[in-house]
């Protein structure tokens, strides 16, 4: 097994060698913009980490990781476009820097070469990694327009947030994890439960997202603290405060979720003032380390070393104390 950063770096040079200097520069010079970006290349680790807890060569795995990773960028490039963001990674975004039209086409392309990474893999194995890959990728699309149907919702339940949420983030990182569990073969235990592991890792991960969003430091968080603020999307934390506050408090929140203001600081900083005083913000916490537990709980029933179990739930507390 190796250290985090080591199963980073083997899969940054992997990235390093894919060839993205093609013609039409301007649709694949925004996907090579997009995967130069940085991020924590979570996704794509975690499925060289699960080849290698189940004992084969992480190398193996490589190309399912590159997969995961082109299919994630994918979607934040249309995400960014359908939110309007201007920053991804304190960078300008794709539609930004380029347009509107360059960011859906080379998204596309990306959905498509995410795909053609299978290819690498023996008949069986890929019809079981499209298969994953399919059903996780349509899953995807309904989360985000769960996520799209809220913004405009005013009787979103807290059910209804996290079924969003498992769809639009979960997913994909319990699927990067069973890729991994898929190449190395083992049991449909073992990939049932790795990816339970991940689905609720995955949860966590996204509450977390969702914390940082409003109480994040700009400087590392990457993105624009109160983006979701801004966009009144119903979030966990918005939800909460909502079930948490009184009448004068769930007037002024309902009303301010209810103006379209672009960057208005005042908005802001007024809805992080409910999320505390309304014990939002604690409850989002705790539900965050639920989520957790729940993955780690998981871990028991592997069939696995005690020792890679250790490393699993070191990963999901590392990546649950993160500040961007």
Known sequence: MLAI??????????LESQN???????????????????????????????ADI?????????????????????????????????LRRGNITVHEKWDLNTGILSGDAML???????????????RKLAKLFSKTALEVCEGQQYDVDFETRNDVTIPEYLKMIEYKTAVLVAAAMKMGAIIAQTS??????IY??????????????????????????????????????????????????????KKLLTQLFSLQIEGNENKINSVKEIFNSTGAS???????????????????????????????KDFGENLMSRNK
């Open 54 to 86: 189940f004992d084969v060569d992480y190398k193996l795995a490589l190309p399912a990781a590159m997969a995961v990773e082109v299919f994630h960028n994918f979607s934040l490039v249309h995400d960014d476009i359908m939110d309007d963001a201007p």
């Open 282 to 312: 604690a409850a989002t916490q705790k539900a965050i380390q639920g989520f957790t537990m729940k993955a780690f709980k998981t871990l028991k029933k592997l069939e696995i070393s005690d020792d890679k179990k250790a490393l699993l």
């Open 5 to 14: 950063s080591e199963y980073q770096e083997q899969f940054l040079l992997y």
């Open 20 to 50: 993205f200097d093609k013609e039409p520069k301007n649709l694949y010079q925004p996907i090579d913009y997009i995967l130069q970006l940085g991020g924590k290349r979570l996704r794509p680790v975690l499925t060289l980490m699960t």
């Open 188 to 193: 449909k235990e073992n990939s049932k439960l």
């Open 196 to 249: 339970d592991f991940g689905l609720n890792l995955g949860l966590a991960f996204q509450l977390q997202d969702d914390y940082l969003d409003a109480f994040g430091d700009p400087k590392t968080f990457g993105k624009q603290v109160g983006g979701d603020i801004i966009e009144n999307k119903k979030t966990y934390l918005y939800l909460k405060a909502l079930e948490f506050s009184k009448t004068e408090e």
């Open 112 to 126: 498509i070469l995410a795909y053609q990474y299978f290819e690498n893999y023996n008949p069986k194995t890929f």
